[in-house]
């Protein structure tokens, strides 16, 4: 188990370090001169070359990484050159709102598509044949554009939900939840179909051990047997799945902040793609990294939790 | 070129493209996704208008006869736009999905026939890849480069490859180990041989699968980018940005985004589709690949077996004592589906427990034993079902009967203990926690209640430490603990009969005995009646006053145990005990049955055994052999009985029934 851990960190730690390290590469590699583009209007040789000496572009690509490196494991992410905000604070401003995006999206997406699994595992027929139509619809709907028509229907022909903006939680819990309402859905949806397929399969597969016929036919309720039983068993392959779910999440949310104009971190990516803010953009790939590693890590944990083979004696 | 082993040829797969190109999804897949790039292709001559040519007199006028689809804030056609943005769209498509053909099917193939530290090193870095959030890597690359949105598809289908080079990997490494590509080996073709003639051709589904489904995905992301402004300039139409043009007018003009929306969700369910038919196919063609079964029986015909129906005599009480049976089922017959449609598995099964009695089956596997327990218990697997007879309880029929009765009954009055303790536990709840569940289940009370209780049963059934091994999970176990858990299990609702499903064939010799030990006493401490499904006469003759005898779905003897032993009257007992390795000493020299057990749809129509029998005469395959009487206590269904038992006085007695 904490083998398992550290095996984890140690594939995290790598993970971060290649990415940053790629985008750096990705940036030397690219024509264009961010001291330029910074200077804009006030160009002149001599500004050029000091600007680029404090930013340290004219050494060598890893130097200038090993400077990032050593600021970011400090905290500091550099600043925008375009905007001339610190990138952390902008960072840290915005994490709020793309974590609730990804936590309810999340929770919705697990309950719901665990539950339609286990009913169509249980009863079969129609569930069954909805979760599949629901799947396939799921896998086909582009994201944003179902952002789009709900937000058609939902707000604009039926003012029913706010179509864009964000309110924080601490501002008026009942508009936080309001605003989350569309773009949970729009995410949640392909999610649900994913988790469903997977959970009755997996609910299917545990239904057909041995120990279910045992408990059946020493008399343990259907109930028990299903909820208790198969369920727990088969929630082991099941919670890997929020492992998988949610790195296609972040890329959801780039485009669901996008048509919500919501300020979170998707949003302050595309932004920063379009204005070639690369500061920004670095930075928010090396949180989302963390994101994705933080994830999979708790769901290493619920494994182990739900596992017993993989515990700790 | 090397000639391949017979086995070898056969196992080529039947061309695919034929197999998908049979389903009508598929079909219309294909054709939706052809007229797309058809459309595209031919959009300069067939588009009503140009792509950007405005009208200003007609903005969003909805669909029309000048306009089919409508047009957009400018006045421009939809529909023409549509067709002109399908290109960008499509090729983007096209070259992050030959890019992930090329990276991500290239690399598990690779991985997958070389093994070894590639295969490693490899392994390893689709764990790490696994975890880079793709979009946003995109983005940078797009921040970086600029608006160039086809090196973006190329980057994408590298960051996308490790999913699918995982997938691609396990097929290789499946179709590596199967047996032809090492008869292959062996016959000395080359490794690009192999790869070429064998791998290849049966990895080439899963990687259309993967990248079928993975098309589908990158017309979603590539739509996605253009919708975000990260596609070619306006006025340049792509499904993308004609998306976000009809976003900025939803308030007006609503229907511009069906559109652009219906085309990219039908394109991107094309690719879903297919995918799903090519998975479907390949799965089909690999049942198809072995050889064709023989031809279906129908359920078997009812005239072909003795009938006993109402006009029947009573069953002739085969227990020695006269109190009535606690169990008794008479004339069942068990239909289970199976390949061939619904097949009687159990065929006229008449067997009598009383209370306390412990009593034997016996028989090869698949023979209808472990069936005739699951009948008792109502739980058949499937849809199986009691076609006939009927199963009597301590009164109660069972058959037809009400499934609350059946279900009242399990654990409390009929328990069951089956073959593998390992896996007839639940894996991720302490043992402890799955007795007092069911102790709760019968008798109620309080969970600390049960805990006790349950512990006290893990001491009943002789458990060391009973206290700590009810804490622990079953794989913690050893195999002769865990058979007597499952036992403690059984026990928790005070059962009056036990069904024992071998309940010592998984156990070490030495673990053996002393289950069986724990049965006997469990038995005589409870005055619980046993069912003892076995195919070790050893644990038979130790255990069981009484046995029957099955064979291909019909108890083919019954009788006393020592009887039964001692004087066997069917050819099958007699075979069967002969072959046994257990037996301590042999009356005649060892000698197998030959041939195996029919299937159940292979009965034929007369003695059952007539295949494998010494003693078969014409008149054996004729007709159904009834069950005789040959003496008092004894049942067989063998016309020849009195040739098996010669000498022995008691023969003379052959009542005939029905
Ligand atoms: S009935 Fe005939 S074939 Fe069947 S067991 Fe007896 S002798 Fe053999």
């Known amino acids: ?313 | 070129m090397t000639e391949l082993p017979s086995a070898v040829r056969r196992h080529r797969p039947a061309p695919m493209v034929r197999t998908v190109l049979r389903r009508p999804a598929a079909l219309v897949c294909l054709a939706y996704l052809a007229l797309l790039v058809l459309a595209s292709l031919a959009a300069p001559w067939l588009a009503p208008h140009g792509p950007t040519a405005t009208d200003l007199d007609h903005v969003l006028t909805g669909p029309g006869a000048a306009h089919p689809l409508g047009t957009d804030n400018l006045g421009r056609d939809v529909l023409s736009r549509l067709m002109y943005g399908g290109r960008p769209s499509l090729i983007d498509a096209a070259v992050a999905a030959s890019t992930v053909l090329v990276v991500g099917a290239g690399c598990g193939v690779t991985a997958g026939f070389l093994g070894g530290w590639f295969d490693r090193v490899f392994s390893w870095a689709v764990d790490v890849m696994l975890a880079i959030p793709v979009l946003v890597t995109l983005l940078v690359v797009l921040a970086v480069v600029g608006d160039h949105q086809v090196l973006a598809m190329a980057v994408l289908g590298v960051l996308v490859s490790p999913g699918v080079a995982r997938v691609v990997r396990g097929a290789t490494l499946a179709v590596r180990q199967e047996l032809y590509v090492a008869a292959a080996r062996v016959s000395g073709l080359g490794r690009r041989h192999i790869l070429v003639r064998h791998v290849l051709p049966r990895v080439a589904g899963p990687v259309v699968v993967q990248v079928s489904l993975f098309a589908g995905g990158a017309l979603m992301i590539d739509a996605g980018l253009s919708y975000l402004g990260f596609g070619a300039d306006p006025p340049t139409p792509t499904w993308g940005n004609m998306i976000a043009d009809a976003a900025a007018v939803t308030d007006r003009q609503p229907w511009l985004l069906a559109p652009p929306g219906v085309v990219l969700g039908l394109a991107i369910l094309a690719c879903g589709v297919l995918g799903d038919a090519v998975r479907d196919a390949g799965a089909g063609r690999s049942t198809t690949a072995t050889p064709p079964a023989p031809r279906s029986r129908p359920s078997r015909s009812r005239a072909s077996r003795p009938r006993k129906g109402t006009s029947h005599p009573p069953v002739p009480a085969s227990r020695t004592d006269s109190s009535p049976a606690l169990l008794s089922i008479h004339d069942a017959t068990v239909a289970l589906p199976g390949p061939h449609g619904m097949t009687t598995v159990v065929e006229g099964v008449d067997l009598d427990i009383g209370p306390g009695e412990t009593v034997g089956l016996v028989g090869e596997s698949g023979c209808g034993k472990s069936v005739t327990g699951r009948a008792i218990l109502g739980l058949l697997p499937g849809r199986g079902e009691i076609t006939e007879g009927s199963i009597v309880f301590d009164g109660t029929e069972l058959v037809g009967a009400d499934p609350r009765t059946v279900r009242a009954l399990r654990g409390r009055r009929i328990a069951l203990v089956s073959q593998t303790p390992l896996t007839s536990l639940d894996p991720v709840i302490p043992v402890g926690g799955q007795i007092a569940e069911l102790v709760r289940r019968h008798h109620g009370g309080t969970r600390r209640a049960a805990r006790a209780r349950a512990v006290e049963l893990l001491r009943a059934v002789r458990v060391a430490e009973p206290e700590h091994v009810a804490t622990c999970h079953v794989h913690e176990l050893s195999g002769g603990m865990a058979q007597r858990a499952a036992i403690a299990l059984a026990l928790a609702g005070e059962p009056d009969l036990l069904i024992a499903d071998e309940p010592t064939t998984a156990l070490d010799a030495g673990v053996r005995a002393e289950v069986l030990d724990l049965l006997r006493q469990v038995q005589r401490e409870r005055g619980l009646a046993v069912l003892l499904i076995s195919h070790d006469w050893k644990v038979i003759s130790r255990m069981c006053r009484r046995t029957y005898v099955m064979y291909a779905g019909q108890v083919v003897e019954s009788g006393p145990t020592a009887d039964l032993l001692a004087h066997p009257r069917h050819p099958y007992t007699a075979g069967l005990l002969a072959s046994a390795p257990g037996r301590a000493a042999p009356r005649e020299p060892l000698r197998a049955i030959p041939g195996t057990v029919p299937a159940p749809h292979e009965w034929p129509p007369g003695c059952h055994f007539a295949a494998r029998c010494a003693l078969a005469t014409p008149a054996c395959a004729a007709a159904a052999v009834p069950l005789l009487e040959p003496a008092p206590d004894r049942g067989t269904r063998c016309l020849r009985h009195t040739e098996l038992g010669k000498g022995d006085d008691r023969d003379r007695a052959t009542a005939v029934r029905s």
């Open chain 1, 1 to 313: 188990m904490l083998r398992l851990i550290a095996r984890r960190l140690l594939v995290s730690a790598v993970l971060v370090l290649l990415v940053s390290l790629l985008t750096f590469l990705l940036q030397a590699a690219a024509p264009g001169d961010t001291a330029r583009t910074i200077l804009g209007d006030h160009y002149s040789p001599e500004a050029h070359r000091l600007l680029a000496h404090r930013l340290h572009l004219d050494e060598p690509v890893l130097v200038q990484y090993a400077h990032w490196l050593g600021q970011a494991l400090r905290g500091d992410l550099g600043s925008s050159p375009i905007s001339g905000l610190d990138v952390g604070a902008e960072i840290a401003g915005r994490l709020p709102v793309t974590l609730s995006l990804i936590v309810c999206t999340t929770t919705v997406t697990a309950v719901l598509g665990v539950a339609l699994g286990v009913l169509s595992a249980v009863r079969g027929g129609r569930i069954g044949r909805a979760v599949d139509l629901v799947s396939l619809i799921g896998y086909a709907l582009p994201g944003f554009w179902l952002a789009l028509v709900l937000v058609a229907l939902l707000a604009v022909a039926v003012p029913v939900f706010p179509a864009t903006g964000y309110v924080a939680f601490a501002d008026a819990p009942a508009g936080w939840a309001r605003s989350l309402v569309l773009p949970v859905a729009t995410l949640a949806l392909p999610g649900i179909a994913v988790f469903a397929k997977q959970t009755r399969d997996a609910m299917l597969e545990a239904l057909s051990r041995d120990f279910v016929t045992t408990l059946r036919a020493n008399g343990a309720s259907r109930a028990s047997v299903v909820l208790r039983h198969a369920l727990r068993n088969a929630a082991i392959p099941v919670v890997t799945l929020v492992g998988l779910t949610s790195v296609g999440l972040l890329s959801g949310t780039v485009f669901v902040e996008a048509v919500f104009a919501m300020p979170g971190l998707g949003g302050l990516a595309a932004q920063a793609t379009t204005q070639h803010d690369i500061p920004v953009i670095q930075g928010v790939v090396v949180v989302f990294t963390l994101v994705v590693v933080a994830v999979n890590l708790a769901v290493d944990l619920a494994y182990a939790r739900l596992n017993p083979k993989v515990r700790v004696p």
